[in-house]
């Protein structure tokens, strides 16, 4: 084996791939992993002379944290990872990369759902975690300047005593990053009123795939094309966001919260697009089911929903306190119209934050019903709710796998939770399959194939759903502007033109 | 002269410099405008094959109404215009026109202020004013499909009733086009709190510079590049959108306007920024300088404000009965903080529309004043009014013109009215001068060089304040994908390499 061999960074690669198909065989890790994998290479000198001795991984048992972001049915060992302090090291890592043609990948924390930061192979790993510090608080003019590797929760907690917020609150807010957040154009429970990530992000600061650096965007909307809108959800393929201006919100006089428990989900959902129409705009509505609710029950925070109901509905209204008891009695009187049986208002901030947390826990609780699962993210119009939540029953029993559904139902965005048993064989195969065919069917109500996860490397095939092949060529045109080399993150969100006929076929099957 | 030849599209092209050069001599246009220019020359044919008889303008007195926009300051002829139907006849305009190599712009009212729908020389304008059709109102997804033509105005009109409206609310909104709104990022008075075009608009469909025809965006957020924020404000250079999707708002239960009236600007300009700092998001906030509140003494709505004010603000508060009042208090007890003058709450809905059409003469009250003005359109952190406007006034000084100062002050967003009289020689070169200079003093603030109306021709070498060379190739470079044979909408946007040198040189007269 070349393993021990060390003479340059072709070796890197092979021994990395040697190492990578060891670790799928199930050899003897602790023998593999153990040893130093190149550590005198080259590439590895040449990435220490950049970021210093301290801030490169190059062991095997190193690298495995790294081999895939919280999608994990697609793993690869990177070749290295290095953590840069600023934009400059950024710059000088990138540049280095251009020279020797290696792939390279952003990651914040990793809790990306659709692969976005999970290598393919052989790249190299710019983890921005130590570029965690909020640069500068502007609250005159309500805005903030963060490194990508600021944890989203953090700008909340540091400008909540001066009466503001950060808006975009994905589940993982304690753990993800603002960098990653921008990459994915993350949402959350409360972007139904206030926008996801692109409609908080002003400006940012981008290594450019070649390593030089630009500045996009800034205080005011700029002249030209709105490039800090196309970085915003560009999953990494266009550079490294190294400096990211956000806006800052004022939090909220008031809030109410209120739970809408019904036998039914199709009464719920029909609720949903009542409300809307009732000309009320909820800070959040999320909807969960059944089977989804027997999960949250087992988790950390259950909340003691009676075992026999259909959905539960979590609304909450903010703004002046003046208005808001009003709004709450036009939610119930929709509710009441669709035969809910029973609504609760929380008498507490504790009661909010508990319902809360029993939401937040729901992809985590699934775990407690099964040994795997699989998260989807489709979005549909919210009036076509009980139709689409129809067809994924009927998916459910045709691929004989579970699914909970847990869902931003105001933005119409679904998270069926698809469970399956990964020691069965086929069932893997069966959930990603129902996965793929929810995501048809919400392309085909006019919807899309993800509202805040992204395409990563998970749902490429499926963004001929929603695309022609002109479509996605002007796409991976803009792409190649930015990124020629194809360096910067590859692999991600495009389908790869030799398996369009495949993936044509693959439509025909999840269509049937 | 070869005016009365007609052997193919080369003529016309010679036709229409010939014409336009005995237009600009100020030749008789009687005798050359009222000969029918090139009538069967084989472009005008094959245009009439494309759109039909009666849609295709080719006589020198038909194609001058055509030679700009609402920007003045620069003109030419076009070669032609056409008024396509539908999506399928812009196509095969544009599909004939990249056979014959003949550049070409879309346009819609003419309303633009900088040019973006200003020939260079020889284009052939598409007018989009024949697709006005509004397609779909959507009420439960509170969404519209309208066609490029149909005015901003009207689909506030559509759906009054319902209880929705369009937010986007341009001065210009009873005559601009949403497609013109569309290609400028239109703002408006009431986009401070509800945001710009760009955040009213979810999908479009395009023809590309090429001719194909594709949909972007949709009901809902879609995934890969966001290819709709970028056609979004890409001043048609991006190909000609031919149908729209827009969200609809739900109009406020209530609102709740007052005026403010200070001797002196500096407080009024104070008094915007605590108004934001204390929390409050009004939905509009306006403000007037001296000038231009005699100027719109002099207009078709006067108000009867005191000669001697210094500035008076428009603020609006918008939302839930129950807390505006609580809102105004705040909002009064600021500006008293900043020695207002007077403050008045509009006591019915009349006096409010009065107030508010007071304000939007502004911009054409102006002409009551001066012969001739140009209205500049900058940006600046709120923070720095104070200091802007006091720079301002100094470049007004300096240059030896008027300025009359209105803007959308909670934004920020300045529109310096620099008053000039073109029979005075040098006096439209100092208002130019003055013109680019606030400009670079909004750029130095950390600001931009437009809010809303674009960079057109008006301000192409004004980027290089805020961009560099780098950054305007990347933008360029987005373009060419699009638009590889720069034929759509050609010299917008951007400075021409070849007036680099001369336009730094420029830079530096403006920032002494």
Redesign the interface.
Known sequence: MGVYQHNGHEQVVHTVQLLDEAYRRGDDQKRIGGTQVDTDSELIRQLVRCVGENSVLHRYEELVSYECDAYTLQKAIPRAVVFPKNTEEVARVVRLLNERKIPFIPRGSGTGLSGGATPTGGEVVISLVRMNQLLQV?????RAVVQPGYINLHLTQAVADQ?YYYAPDPSSQQACTIGGNVGE?AGGAHCLKY??T??HVIGVKLV?PNG?I???G??????????V??I???EGTLGIVTEITVRLM?QP?SVRTVLALFDEAADASEAV?DI??A?I?PAALEMMDTLAIKAVEKGTFPVGYPEDIGAVLLVEVD??????D??IKQIVDVCRKHRVREVRLADSEEERKRWWANRKTAFGAVGTLSPDYLVQDG?????RLPEVLARVAEISRQQRVRIANVFHAG???LHPLIMFDSRVPGEEERAVLAGSAILKVCADA???????H??GLE?RDE?YY???D???A??M???D??NPGGLCNPGK??PSPARCAEVKRHIKQVSK
């Open positions: 502007d609250l005159p003019n309500r009466g154009n926008g996801v692109t409609n450019l030089e630009v500045e996009l800034g205080l005011t909307d700029t002249p030209g094309y709105d490039l809108g196309l915003i959800g560009s004022k006089e697009s809307i129409a000309g705009l703004g002046v306190e003046a208005g808001l009003d709004q979005v549909i119009p919210r009036s933005d119409g965005n006019g919807g899309s194939i993800t509202g805040e992204g395409v749902k963004m929603l695309f022609t002109e479509e996605i002007v796409q045109a803009v792409r502007i930015f969100m495009f």
